[in-house]
């Protein structure tokens, strides 16, 4: 049973709040355009802030939903960028 | 007139705009991503407007719609496939080794052409580097070299300044054109121009600016 949690823990990020996210490729605003329209497309995103020196995406999401990792990787994956780290926010 | 107009159709501006403006760059959009590019090129007394439709059928395959009206009633068309075989990243930095292949036509004559080519870039947040070899109606063969003077964030204002060198070459006849050009993007929004100058005679300056916008 403890493993179940802690897999669906590792895997799942279902109680939404705020992800910070290390994108590799973020080069400049234009092309991280198309990250930004992906991700505000997600149910319950409320907020996407990107830094691309940092190399960094914050997302907040309402806390009725969430997203794998494996979701979150494809989306930045069609945005023409990779996906590093994903974590929550410390704050 | 002829010659030039096909000139102008082979104007190698394609709809992505982190790129070269003469030359090409492996850069493709996103999945599902709309570029509409509107351009003004200008060659001697030939002056066109070309309109490009880009569309990314996933993130590493883009095709480009591209009309083109002369302001002396020509008119000419190109469809090209992008497609990029190598990527590698990392923080605000992206490798890429793209193929390109396609078609252009000449109204005029009804004279078509394949296209083919491969360019190799770098993007990063302070440099880019590209490179490319093409085919056409001409060999064309380009180097590209740009700076972002100042590392604005997201929802700013970016600007990245270019220098080119353009090499083209039909038959026994060789033209090299040293290019400064520059991107201004915001958001979604990018406005990219730039001027060919010819390094020996016989040759007249080139002139290209475009605004393109992405959905």
């Known amino acids: 049973m403890r493993f179940i949690i802690a897999l669906v823990i590792l895997v799942s990020f279902a109680v939404g709040g705020e992800l910070v996210m290390r994108v590799d490729g973020l080069a400049c605003a234009f092309c991280a355009y198309g990250l930004e329209k992906k991700l505000k497309k997600l149910k319950g995103v409320k907020r996407v802030e990107i830094s691309l020196n940092r190399g960094i995406v914050r997302l907040e999401i309402d806390q009725s939903f969430g997203y794998t990792r494996e979701e979150l990787e494809r989306i930045v994956r069609e945005s023409g960028f990779i996906l590093r780290e994903v974590r929550r926010s410390a704050e | ?215």
């Open chain 2, 1 to 215: 007139m002829k010659r030039a107009l096909l000139l102008l159709l082979m104007y190698p501006l394609l709809g992505f705009s982190h790129e070269p403006i003469f030359g090409l760059g492996p850069g493709t959009i996103f999945r599902g991503g709309v570029g509409v590019e509107a351009e003004y090129v200008k060659e001697g007394s030939l002056q066109a407007v070309a309109t490009e439709v880009l569309y990314g059928l996933t993130e590493d395959v883009s095709l480009t719609l591209r009309a083109l009206q002369g302001f002396e009633r020509f008119r000419g068309g190109a469809f090209r496939v992008k497609v990029r075989v190598w990527k590698d990243y990392d923080r605000g930095k992206v490798d890429a080794l793209s193929l390109i292949g396609g078609i252009t036509t000449d109204a005029v004559s009804g004279t078509s052409y394949l296209l083919g080519g491969v360019a190799v870039g770098r993007e990063s947040r302070r440099w880019y580097f590209f490179a490319d070899m093409r085919t056409a109606d001409r060999f064309y063969a380009d180097t590209a070299v740009g700076i972002r003077p100042w590392l604005t964030e997201y929802l700013k204002p970016d600007l990245v300044l270019l220098s080119e060198l353009n090499y083209e070459q039909k038959g026994n006849k060789r033209f090299l054109f040293v290019s400064p050009a520059f991107f201004f993007t915001y958001r979604n929004l990018a406005v990219k121009g730039g001027v060919q100058i010819p390094t020996s005679g016989g040759e007249k300056e080139r002139y290209a600016l475009s605004a393109e916008v992405h959905f």
